[in-house]
């Protein structure tokens, strides 16, 4: 799987947007794009995915690049409850085996204040 | 509720002894997946299964071993070949292992926090 670029941290204050960048400038044509999320001494759970169209659903938007080499997830109002680490993750769906597997880099540590 | 459970949350255990981590789901998901994360890293994955009776190494696979006799459970022992076992391991399954759908999300469980003294 091609490999993603996430800043370390970011800070955002309560009812504000966030907006998480991530760059995957090697991305190939099938692979799409996953984000999760990680809140303290939690598993993972699943955000958002998309391939090439922005996306929107309950929890988030995708905003994705013309050349898909980069992505932005989209919180429209930051909430405590947001605070966790954010994973931009992409996946070749086009193959099975192991190309399949979700990797995990080490993600975006979002703190949000109130 | 659907999901995944993990149990026991945290576990100790001495320096030398295996210990044997549960993993069970009622989604009925095909695929099933051990990953290991140290504090402030991302998640590495130890082992996969595809189906029951099969199951595949993953990145970290050495000192650990898996069994997929019934599809719900997935137990991950961690050997005393594993030379640094103190860490959270994490359970997941999805529907296949890979996208024969592009909707094919990975349910993670609570995790369980392996500490070895």
């Known amino acids: 799987d091609a490999k993603t670029t996430q800043p370390n941290s970011m800070e955002s204050n309560e009812e504000e947007p966030v907006h998480l960048p991530c760059n995957h400038s090697?991305?190939?044509?099938?692979?799409?794009i996953h984000w999760y999320r990680q809140l303290p001494s939690q598993g993972p759970e699943y955000v958002i995915h998309?391939?090439?169209s922005n996306v929107n659903n309950r929890m988030a938007s995708l905003a994705i690049a013309e050349d898909r080499k980069s992505s932005t997830l989209i919180l429209h109002r930051a909430t405590l409850r947001d605070a966790a680490v954010y994973y931009c993750?992409?996946?070749?769906?086009?193959?099975?085996?192991?190309?399949?597997?979700?990797?995990f880099g080490k993600g975006t540590k979002l703190s949000v204040k109130p | 509720d659907g999901g995944i459970t993990q149990s026991p949350k945290y576990l100790f255990r001495k320096e030398g002894q295996n210990v044997t981590l549960s993993c069970e789901q009622n989604?009925?998901?095909?695929?099933m997946y051990w990953y290991r994360q140290d504090p402030g890293q991302g998640l590495r994955l130890i082992y996969y299964?595809?189906?029951?009776?099969?199951?595949q190494k993953g990145d970290i696979a050495e000192g650990y071993s898996v069994s997929r006799e019934k599809k719900e459970s997935f137990p991950l022992t961690v050997t005393s070949a594993q030379k640094n076992p103190t860490a959270f391991y994490l359970c997941?399954?999805?529907?296949?292992?890979?996208?024969?759908?592009?909707?094919?999300?990975?349910?993670f469980g609570p995790g369980t926090r392996l500490t070895v003294l």
């Open positions: 997941a399954s999805s529907i296949t292992l890979a996208g024969v759908s592009s909707y094919n999300e990975q349910f």
């Open positions: 090697t991305i190939s044509g099938t692979d799409y």
């Open positions: 998309g391939l090439t």
């Open positions: 993750i992409l996946r070749d769906e086009g193959s099975g085996g192991s190309q399949g597997n979700l990797i």
């Open positions: 989604l009925n998901h095909d695929a």
């Open positions: 299964s595809q189906i029951v009776n099969d199951f």
